[in-house]
């Protein structure tokens, strides 16, 4: 059974930053693709950000130059850094691993956090 742990989350200043990570219960992170995704109360969960094995990453529009994901093989971690945060990023944010990238696409594996909050205040 593959556990995910994230951490990091808090309530920050708008123009901020925070870092999350990701823990995984096993070498999983070296392995098929991993993402982070969102969601904002009364809305869909939206994906923010993802990483091959190979190390390629893509971002949402909405967080492009602003977040960064990146992650730790020897640790099997994931992290999603987070800078000049907006009252916009509030929510919830989820790891998920062992997914795949189908002509562009994120498919999400079935591995997933409990999620960790991120609160941006004005």
């Known amino acids: 059974q593959v556990q995910l742990v994230e951490s990091g989350g808090g309530l920050v200043q708008a123009g901020g930053s925070l870092r999350l990570s990701c823990a995984t219960s096993?070498?999983?992170?070296?392995?098929?693709?991993m993402a982070w995704y969102r969601q904002a109360p009364g809305k869909q969960r939206e994906l923010v950000a993802t990483?091959?094995?190979?190390?390629?990453?893509t971002y949402a529009d909405s967080v492009k130059g602003r977040f960064t994901i990146s992650r730790d093989n020897a640790k099997n971690t994931l992290y999603l850094q987070m800078n000049s945060l907006k009252p916009e990023d509030t929510a919830d944010y989820y790891c998920?691993?062992?997914?795949?990238?189908?002509?562009?696409?994120?498919?999400?594996?079935?591995?997933w956090g409990q999620g960790t909050q991120v609160t941006v205040s004005l």
């Open positions: 096993r070498s999983i992170v070296n392995s098929n693709a």
């Open positions: 998920n691993a062992a997914g795949r990238i189908v002509a562009g696409t994120y498919i999400p594996g079935a591995y």
């Open positions: 990483i091959t094995r190979g190390g390629s990453t």
